[in-house]
């Protein structure tokens, strides 16, 4: 079960942590396999926002410099730390493990 946390509403150049909880996961799993999150603007297309496996990440070109994916090995979580957030980037955020997505988390960056 994928469960996301940390949403909000934020300014323009504020910034925002959003989390995931991987419960039930088993730590190999958790530690080896590709956690992604993603994004879903109004009127738009599901995105790829950033992906970690291991030690490697990967974050879109729309969001490189500004937002950082994480995870905690001990904790089943994975984590969204955005700074300077625009507006473009008010969607609903979403955590993902290969079919698997959670409910969502909204995020509005308001001008």
């Known amino acids: 079960q994928l469960v996301e946390s940390g949403g909000g509403l934020v300014q323009a150049g504020g910034s925002l942590r959003v989390s995931c909880k991987f419960s039930?996961?088993?730590?190999?799993?958790?530690?080896?396999?590709?956690l992604g999150w993603y994004r879903q603007a109004p009127g738009k297309q599901r995105e790829f926002v950033a992906s970690?496996?291991?030690?490697?990440?990967n974050v879109a070109d729309s969001v490189k410099g500004r937002f950082t994916i994480s995870k905690d090995n001990t904790r089943r979580t994975v984590s969204l730390q955005m700074n300077s957030l625009k507006p473009e980037d008010t969607a609903i955020y979403y955590c993902?493990?290969?079919?698997?997505w959670g409910p969502g988390t909204q995020v509005t960056v308001s001008s």
């Open positions: 970690i496996r291991g030690s490697s990440t």
């Open positions: 993902n493990f290969q079919d698997h």
């Open positions: 039930g996961m088993i730590l190999s799993v958790f530690v080896s396999s590709d």
